[in-house]
């Protein structure tokens, strides 16, 4: 890509472009598809803070891996829509197609290793989130 000669927008441009998309995914598994909704900055930061749990050990707030995951898919699948009471049901239905519902949120919404890391740390068991984040070439070392 060229970046000399690209066209630098103006602030108008960028509140005036569509850039949060809806998308269908294909779920083998349920025999069709979903469709969702990438998340703006806003959405991200508010489900992180709803996702936040006081650890009772250590008394310490912490982001809980699977509040997280279950905001994500309840914000992000826009249809059909599901509640939290939905999806409590859903987690009788197959991880892998779970997996593939979220891996597409999170891509979509632009989720990287360092934007969920925090809930990586000590990922829940069966924690999707923790299956999904990889380190990338621009990994580095945290003590440096």
Same mark, same amino acid.
């Given at each position: 890509?060229?970046?000399?000669?690209? *066209?630098?927008?103006?602030?108008? =441009?960028?509140?005036?472009?569509?850039?949060?998309?809806?998308?269908?995914?294909?779920?083998?598994?349920?025999? /069709?598809?979903?469709?969702?909704?990438?998340? !703006?900055?806003?959405? !991200?930061? $508010? &489900?992180? %803070?709803?996702?936040?749990?006081?650890?009772?050990?250590?008394?310490? !707030? =912490? &982001?809980?891996?699977?509040? &997280? $995951?279950?905001? &994500?898919?309840?914000?992000? #699948? #826009?249809?059909? *829509?599901?509640?939290?009471?939905?999806?409590? %049901?859903?987690? =009788? *239905?197959?991880?892998?197609?779970?997996?593939? #519902?979220?891996?597409?949120?999170?891509?979509?919404? /632009?989720?990287?290793?360092?934007?969920?890391?925090?809930?990586?740390?000590?990922?829940?068991?069966?924690?999707?989130?923790?299956?999904? #984040?990889?380190? /990338? =070439?621009?990994? /580095?070392?945290?003590?440096?």
């Amino acid at each position: 890509m060229d970046t000399d000669n690209m *066209k630098i927008l103006t602030a108008d =441009e960028i509140w005036a472009a569509k850039d949060i998309e809806e998308r269908t995914v294909p779920v083998p598994q349920w025999g /069709g598809a979903v469709r969702i909704r990438t998340l !703006s900055q806003k959405q !991200s930061a $508010e &489900l992180r %803070r709803k996702a936040q749990r006081i650890n009772p050990a250590t008394k310490q !707030s =912490e &982001l809980d891996n699977e509040a &997280l $995951e279950q905001l &994500l898919f309840i914000e992000g #699948v #826009v249809e059909p *829509k599901f509640s939290i009471t939905d999806y409590g %049901r859903l987690s =009788e *239905k197959s991880m892998s197609a779970m997996t593939t #519902v979220l891996r597409a949120i999170m891509d979509a919404s /632009g989720f990287s290793s360092e934007s969920v890391s925090e809930a990586t740390k000590s990922p829940a068991e069966g924690s999707l989130i923790a299956v999904r #984040v990889h380190a /990338g =070439e621009d990994a /580095g070392d945290d003590e440096g």
